[in-house]
């Protein structure tokens, strides 16, 4: 089912990289083009990895790292420490969300109220 979303999103993705205008630079970006290039990104890095990893949450969250450490290096701001730090978050999301033994994710089903 996600392979077929892959190739859809990295499709949408391309086709934005060649319609959208390239700004000067991500500062000087609008909000079309800034958005416009990062979530068809975020959904085929998401889509694409989870073929692999069989985990939608992991999946999501190791592509919004990418997609952070992108806009740290369009910015010129990425170096040793905010690597570090961003390193950091995303271990620390990934431990809050790891898969449980039986299958399922840490995150508790609310249990419905009998009236």
Known sequence: MFGGL???????????????????????ANYFQVIGFFIP??????????????????S??????????LIL????SLNIITFALTAVAFGLLVSY?????NGTSGIRRIRRIRV
């Not at 892959?6 to 000087?28: E, G, H, K, R, T």
């Not at 290096?73 to 010129?76: I, M, T, W, Y």
């Open 41 to 58: 990104l975020l959904l085929a890095l998401t889509f694409s990895l989870n073929i692999f990893l069989q985990f939608l949450i992991r």
């Open 6 to 28: 892959a190739v859809i999103s990295w499709a949408v993705f391309i086709m934005a990289v060649f319609q959208i205008p390239y700004p000067d630079s991500l500062a000087q």
């Open 73 to 76: 290096q369009a910015l010129q």
């Open 97 to 101: 969300f790891k898969k449980q033994k």
């Open 60 to 69: 999501i969250l190791i592509s919004f790292t990418l997609i952070v450490l």
